[in-house]
């Protein structure tokens, strides 16, 4: 008989939500290969590492996490090693000249072709931006862990060109699958058991593909599949934020009360020098816009402090463009120059000042989450489970809101969407009871 034990893939995921679908999709390619998904890398026949560029930590994570597995690679030669995400489309070879355990490099849009190369049949580093459709050449979904909530990837790069970003290199232009695509992939995940799905693309208000009327239409086309109770999306641009797509958070009950819309700065004369192609008027207006059609909206959003050129007065439009809209958490970043980027030459802020200001727009920001989780005590909402709790009988799921919610419901089951009476608001979750 031939050797049927099955081989094994160790995937670490860093960086955005789409880095997290890639290595779903990954695992799934390899899987048609003989190889199943193991969580301890000194099982693995293959550790696959998918890797975020974003930021200059994120990047150097990679090169940190590959030297802490020579030793197991020392000890067995026939470990692959791959990594593949954005730090692979920025670096390419130069991944492999500077550590030579790696063995293969695949970038974003290239990732089909992985079990190519792992066979030994392709080039060792694959960066291209090729032609075909990587979605066209990928097994179908497969139900990996089981699990009620999952990502779609609907549209691919981006074409805005923020200064400081190093998406448009790493992802490339801007790309919108079809709608019957998306249709037929989201149809598949809810036969699975699928009941929530957040859209994905870096710019995915942006999307224009065929089949549908913009994004907003493709909601509306979505929102008619059966079983599927709960749709989000991220991330969003301002720009890209059309009147049906505004409206579809009025009409489409499915569509969950919550946009992540990031905004970077309050300040004109940064969004400017950002090329974020809108001002801090113009988004306040937007939000207003928006509130009008879901007056309950929880509004998130990102921010880079420190950006070149930023004086205080830029920082204090940025704290008070926070608390005129009141968000209901957001992430803030202190601005990490990315080789290639237009911003990338541009005198840095002093990094003592930058530190502060990061500190001060973060307790801001903790304050205005803790301030929305608390507005959410005493109401009942809807909860989807989606794990075990830290306690016997105990469920964890989401909120309408994205809150973490905990639960005791020892008769309930992961899967389940319930009313949830929220009882109390802790660090960085929700508690309640069954109603
Ligand atoms: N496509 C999304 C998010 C892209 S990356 C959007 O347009 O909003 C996620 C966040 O990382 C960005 O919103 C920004 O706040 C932050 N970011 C991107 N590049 C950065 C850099 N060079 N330094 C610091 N933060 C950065
Ligand atoms: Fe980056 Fe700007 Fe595109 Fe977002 S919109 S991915 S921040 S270039
Ligand atoms: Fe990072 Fe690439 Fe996502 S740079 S944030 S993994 S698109």
């Known amino acids: 008989m031939t050797d049927q034990t099955p081989k094994r893939l160790f995937i670490k995921t860093y960086g955005c939500q789409m880095n997290v679908y890639d290595s779903q999709r990954m695992a799934e390619a390899m899987g048609a290969e003989g190889y199943v998904e193991t969580d301890r890398p000194e099982d693995a026949d293959m550790v696959l590492l998918n890797t975020c560029h974003i930021r200059e930590k994120a990047a150097e994570k990679l090169y940190s996490d590959l030297g802490r597995l020579k030793p197991l690679k020392a000890g067995r030669p026939d470990l692959k090693i791959g990594v593949a995400g954005c730090v692979a489309q920025a670096e390419g070879d130069e991944i492999i000249r500077r550590m030579p355990l790696v063995d293969l490099v695949v970038g974003p849009q290239a990732y089909h072709r992985l079990p190519a190369m792992a066979r030994g049949e392709g080039p060792a580093v694959d960066t291209e931006f090729p032609a075909e459709d990587k979605f066209d050449h990928l097994p179908q979904r497969r139900a990996t862990r089981r699990a009620p909530a999952a990502f779609l990837t609907v549209q691919e790069g981006c074409d805005k060109f923020c200064a400081f970003c190093v998406v448009p290199y790493t992802r490339g232009a801007e790309v919108s699958r079809p709608a019957a695509r998306i249709l037929a992939e989201a149809r598949d995940l809810v036969t699975r058991g699928v009941r929530e799905i957040t859209l994905l693309g870096q710019n995915v208000n942006g999307w224009h593909g065929e089949g549908a009327e913009g994004f907003g239409g493709l909601i509306r086309q979505l929102a008619e599949i059966d079983g599927l109770d709960r749709i989000r999306y991220t991330t969003s641009h301002p720009s890209d934020m059309a009147d049906d797509l505004i409206a579809a958070h009025r009409d489409i009950p499915q569509l969950m009360p919550y946009l992540h819309l990031p905004v970077q700065s309050g300040s004109d004369r940064m969004l400017k020098a950002m090329n974020r192609k809108h001002t801090a008027d113009q988004y306040l207006r937007l939000i207003d816009r928006i509130r009008a059609a879901r007056p309950d909206i929880m509004l998130t959003s ?48 002093d990094d003592a000042v930058a530190d502060a200001r990061l500190k001060e727009l973060q307790a801001l920001l903790t304050r205005q989450q803790k301030a929305a989780q608390e507005s959410m005590v005493g109401r009942t909402l809807g909860v989807l489970f989606e794990k075990p709790g830290r306690l016997p009988g105990q469920l964890v799921g989401k909120s309408d809101y994205l809150h973490s919610v905990f639960v005791d419901a020892p008769d309930a089951q992961i899967g389940d969407l319930v009313q949830v009476r929220i009882r109390e608001s802790a660090a960085n979750s929700l508690a309640g009871e069954l109603v």
Request: no cysteine.
């Open 302 to 349: 990102d921010f880079i402090v420190g950006f070149p050129g930023e004086s205080d007065a830029d920082h204090a439009a940025t704290l008070r463009l926070v608390e005129q809209v009141g968000f209901g958490t957001a992430f803030s970043f202190k601005y990490s120059p990315r080789p290639g980027t237009p911003a990338a030459g541009r005198a840095l802020v």
